[in-house]
């Protein structure tokens, strides 16, 4: 599967974006799907995830309140709903989908083995 993420940007404090993934190739149906950040000069680090069919999302603490993942099936599209923007959530945003991953797992951005190109966020006043 193919992916590519689009909506990042410049925002200020406390603003919004979104951020869709969309798949080529094949469908999302049986992968477990997420976003990831990389911010400059730091490791890759998790931001919320879910399994496509069952739809339980789990997120990193730092995102709590303030990120929504989604699914559209019908466009077969990821989406991140970015609300109440901090400073320090500028980073490059990554989706990754992969199949096989375990509920404990969906966090572990080893577990993925598919990712789109990065999106980036930049959250500046």
């Known amino acids: 599967v193919q992916l590519q993420a689009s909506g990042g940007g410049l925002v200020q404090p406390g603003g919004s974006l979104r951020l869709s993934c969309a798949a080529s190739?094949?469908?999302?149906?049986?992968?477990?799907v997420g976003w990831f950040r990389q911010a400059p000069g730091k490791e890759r680090e998790p931001v919320a995830a879910m399994k496509w069919s069952g739809g339980h999302a789990v997120y990193a603490d730092s995102v709590k309140g303030r990120f929504t993942i989604s699914r559209d099936f019908a466009g077969n599209t990821l989406s991140l709903q970015m609300n109440s923007l901090k400073p320090e959530d500028t980073a490059i945003y990554y989706c990754?989908?992969?199949?096989?991953?375990?509920?404990?797992?969906?966090?572990?951005?080893?577990?993925?083995?598919?990712w789109g190109q990065g999106t980036l966020v930049t959250v500046s006043s």
């Open positions: 190739g094949r469908t999302f149906r049986g992968y477990a």
């Open positions: 990754a989908a992969d199949t096989g991953v375990i509920t404990s797992n969906l966090l572990n951005p080893g577990a993925y083995d598919y």
